[in-house]
C-alpha cells in the first residue's frame, strides 16, 4: 500500500511540475526575477513569509522547470502533525529544520529556503510587510556555519489577496500605553 502511496504522490509532482506553469502565467502573471543568480551550489533562501506561502511554491515550481533543482523547505513543526501529510512532506524536500539538519543539506549541496517570519509573520505582518522576525538570526548562523549566500526572497504585493490578523498587534500594543 505505501508504495501505491508513493506512486501516487509521484505522479501528483509530475502533474504540479506540468501545469503549475501554465497556472502561473495564463491566471496570475507570476514572474521571478533573478532566478539566473541562484548559485549551482548550495545556498539559503531566505524568504517573507506572506499570508500563504503560495508564492513560495511558484517559486519551487518555477526553480524546479527552469533550472531542474530541488530546494529543502524549512517548516514549523505543526506541519508535520497534519494527518496525512507526512508522505508530501518527504517528496517536496520539507523539514523540520533543526540548524544542524540545515546545516548537512547545505554541505550535501542542495539549497534551503526558510522564512525565519514564519506563521507570525503570515498571521500578523500586514499590508507595510513589516518582517516578524523577533530575535531569530539561526537562519545567518546555519548560512556561516555551511559557508554559503543567503539568497534573499520577496514577492511584491503576496498579501494583497487574503485577509489576515494584520495590525492587531499595533493595535494591542497602543491600547495598552494609552
Known sequence: MLTF?????????????????????????????????????????????GATPIDYFYFLAKLLILKNRMCYTVADHFV?????????????????????????ALKNGHLVAVSPGGVREALFSDETYVLVWGNRTGFAQVAIDAKVPIIPMFTQ???????TLGGITTCCNSAKSS
Open 5 to 49: 502511496l508513493k506512486d501516487v504522490v509521484i505522479l501528483k509532482y509530475e502533474w504540479y511540475k506540468t501545469l503549475t506553469p501554465l497556472y502561473l502565467v495564463l491566471l496570475t502573471g507570476y514572474e521571478v526575477h533573478g532566478l539566473e543568480k541562484i548559485p549551482e551550489g548550495p545556498g539559503l533562501v531566505v524568504f517573507y513569509h
Open 80 to 104: 508535520f502533525k497534519l494527518p496525512g501529510f507526512k508522505l508530501l512532506l518527504d517528496v517536496f524536500g520539507v523539514m523540520h529544520g533543526p540548524k544542524e539538519e540545515c546545516v548537512k
Open 157 to 163: 504585493n503576496v498579501r494583497e489577496g487574503i485577509r
